[in-house]
């Protein structure tokens, strides 16, 4: 028998100001309790009105649709796609993140689970069904594409975000169906590249993503910090333009990445390799270096979510390589992907471990689900065996017979880090971490067995070893903040220096480079764990050490990170710059000390620009960061301190890539033993149907 929306009540009705209402069998008493739910802090207050306003759509909606749509919202809030209606159904705490932890569970506030612990899965989705606000996906009528939600077998979207999965699984079909050309003497250039196949020895990976690459018009290179990314996309690019520069047509390569701080390493990192390329001149001047962010490749259009380049004026290029994309969101790949000519080669270069973007989709990860495993198929195998002369028979790779695993044959995973070796204690932490192996981590931790491994427990929230080490670092070798801000004061160039001097900009470039020794991250924002609070932590500490001379909104020293892209000053979101007296240039007062931001340019040449504090609207403290505003950076010392409470954020790929921006030093600060351990054993579960589609497509061919 069909039940009501009331029948899924605990009775009596919950004893808070909600129990002077009337049952909620009605979408108003639905949207009043969802106003609760926004006061507690549980639903976002854009969940709120987006359920308000499909009400003024259909005002005889059946509740538990409204519901289903704010659900669907919440969780694209919590980086999820869709809403998975009977995986919430079995879990709804879990899979909803609510009542969030350290709540004390609702109190008196009818909690999600109260309303769906007796409801059918089957039911709810007929009722979905049955709405006129619910398209099926299969449906392409006129009328369905008006409608803001849709249905597809058990998942429940947001119109635009099914829109876009579906954009990004029809381009990625028709890519990997493409078959490019490779050269007849592909084995001799691979061999030029890499040198000739050993007879033992591991595998070299790179040399087999390169391969791949070349004859497809899709294809991803991913594996974890210093197994040699960015040098195996400089020697594919070199393996694509040389014979496109013997024919007397060179390609139009464009590098990009998500955020200013990514397209500034990866421009550095390849000015460096190209110059190491055992090629002709021809082929080298013709590999770019300069990479610019994703936003201004598609010509970022301020106060919209349109760009220049799209469907219908496509991208003037040949190849387009992807840095970081991990950070890439769903709703970014599908405009990337649009804007693609048909033509072009797409190359995602990324690390599938760590974090995925902000916003919703776990695209790289998704697409590399398969990558540890391989799946090649007999073909793609002896293929790969034949112009790279390697052999995979003692791999471990699975192998895909059934052709179900069309993504999987253009995709590479490095496994052999060069940065961080057997030796490295920040290595072996990050595999430890990556594997869900707390205790093994935890092990290594203790041991103290390695010198670039360090763990801080705080006895307490007013524990003075926490400030020592923000400022001092670990004796001789980690450094603190106290060094950048030697640097500043030790280095300063004599009074009287012109502004035009060329040894300003060798001092800001020097403050700026000394500021990447430590960086303190974090895994949330709110509390005396969280960013703001340590912010203001550290900076009193840094003026009772008289390392600062005011806490004002300005003081010299003070370093900002870029919340916004302002392309009027050409800073990107994710930018640091640093406050520095200089002299100013003209005028009555030249001569006289002037605040001014140094940020570098990103231009891979250790260029600075100039900003007045007073046109930067978009930037706030960074002696603490998000470890999601980290990603694309690596810094000499990283020190991650964990809250003192479980948070839905705190998961293994947290902990892996905040240990992963660490070149050099590593160390874990605990407020309290054991959140250490439960957030290396709580993975990332990003909800999508990308990879279903994909796979439901091979399926139907085969």
């Known amino acids: 028998m069909s039940r009501t929306f009331a029948d899924l009540l605990p009775t009596p009705l919950a004893a808070d100001s909600l129990a002077n209402l009337m049952p909620l069998t009605r979408a108003n008493d639905l949207l009043l309790l969802l106003t609760r739910w926004v006061e507690r802090g549980w639903l976002r207050s854009l969940d709120k009105a987006f359920v308000a306003f499909i009400h003024e759509l259909a005002p005889d909606a059946d509740p538990l649709v409204l519901l289903a749509a704010a659900l669907t919202s919440h969780q694209l809030g919590h980086g999820h796609v869709c809403l998975d209606l009977f995986e919430t159904l079995k879990a709804p705490d879990f899979a909803l993140s609510l009542p969030p932890e350290g709540d004390p569970q609702g109190g008196a506030l009818l909690l999600p689970s109260q309303l769906l612990e007796t409801l059918d899965g089957a039911h709810w989705c007929n009722v979905l069904a049955g709405s006129t606000l619910v398209a099926l996906a299969a449906d392409a009528g006129e009328s369905a594409r008006q409608r803001p939600l849709v249905l597809s077998g058990k998942r429940l979207y947001l119109r635009r975000y099914w829109a876009y ?41 790179q040399k087999l993503a390169c391969a791949l690459a070349t004859r497809g018009a899709f294809s991803i290179v991913t594996g974890g910090p210093g197994t040699g990314k960015t040098t195996t996309v400089v020697r594919l690019l070199a393996l694509l333009q040389a014979p496109a520069v013997e024919a007397g047509q060179p390609l139009r390569i464009r590098l990009a990445a998500p955020t200013g701080k990514a397209a500034a390493r990866l421009t550095e990192s390849i000015s460096q390799q190209v110059q ?20 201004r490749l598609l010509g970022s259009r301020p106060g919209t979510r349109h760009f220049r380049h799209h469907a219908g004026n496509r991208l003037p290029l040949d190849v387009l390589v992807i840095d970081e994309a991990s950070m890439i969101d769903l709703e970014m790949m599908a405009n990337l992907l649009d804007a693609l000519p048909p033509h072009a080669r797409l190359v995602l270069l990324g690390d599938k471990d760590q974090l995925a973007s902000v916003e919703a989709g776990a695209v790289l990860g998704d697409l590399c689900r398969d990558a540890e495993a391989g799946w090649y198929s007999p073909q793609t195998r002896q293929w790969l065996e034949s112009v790279s002369g390697e052999s995979l028979q003692e791999s471990g790779l699975r192998e895909d017979t059934g052709g179900v695993h069309p993504l999987a044959q253009q995709v590479v995973m490095l496994r052999h880090s060069r940065r961080f070796g057997e030796g490295s204690g920040i290595g072996q932490l990050a595999r430890r971490v990556n594997q869900q192996l707390p205790d093994d981590a935890r092990q290594l931790l203790e041991a103290r067995s390695h010198d670039d491994v360090f763990s801080l427990p705080l006895k307490g929230e007013h524990d003075r070893a926490l400030e ?3 400022l001092e670092g670990h004796g001789e070798g980690p450094h603190g903040y106290r060094h950048y801000l030697t640097v500043l004061r030790d280095q300063r160039p004599a009074l009287g220096t012109s502004f035009d001097d060329a040894v300003w900009v060798d001092w800001a470039r020097a403050v700026l480079r000394a500021f990447d020794t430590f960086q303190l991250l974090c895994a949330v924002r709110k509390g005396p764990w969280g960013v703001e609070g340590l912010n ?7 003026l009772k050490a008289r390392l600062i001379d005011n806490d004002q909104q300005w003081y010299e020293g003070r370093p900002v990170l870029m919340t916004r892209n302002d392309y009027g000053l050409g800073l990107m979101n994710g930018d640091i710059g640093i406050a520095l007296k200089l002299p100013e240039r003209d005028g009555p007062d030249a001569g006289k000390p002037l605040l001014r931001v140094a940020f570098p340019r990103n231009d891979g040449r250790g260029g600075v620009r100039f900003v007045l504090p007073s046109r930067l609207n978009d930037v706030e403290t960074v002696y603490a960061m998000t470890v999601h505003k980290s990603q694309g950076s690596e810094f000499a010392h990283t020190a991650l301190i964990l809250p003192d409470a479980l948070n839905p954020v705190l998961t293994k790929e947290l902990i892996y890539t905040g240990i992963t921006r660490a070149k050099d030093w590593f160390t874990l600060i605990e407020p309290r033993r054991g959140i250490f351990e439960e957030a290396v054993q709580r993975k990332v579960k990003r909800l999508s149907g990308l990879m279903l589609e994909l796979e439901e497509g091979a399926e139907a061919q085969g």
């Open 468 to 470: 020592h080490l923000l």
């Open 276 to 295: 190491s390329l055992t090629v002709p001149e021809s082929v080298r001047e013709k590999i770019p270096c300069d990479v610019t962010t994703v936003h």
């Open 165 to 205: 999965e579906r954009r990004i699984d029809g381009a990625l079909r028709l890519r990997l169906a493409q078959h490019e050309a490779t050269p007849d003497d592909l084995a001799q250039r691979l061999d030029g590249l890499f040198g000739p196949a050993r007879s033992a020895g591991p595998v070299d990976w």
């Open 536 to 542: 203001q932590r550290i900076t009193s500490a840094l």
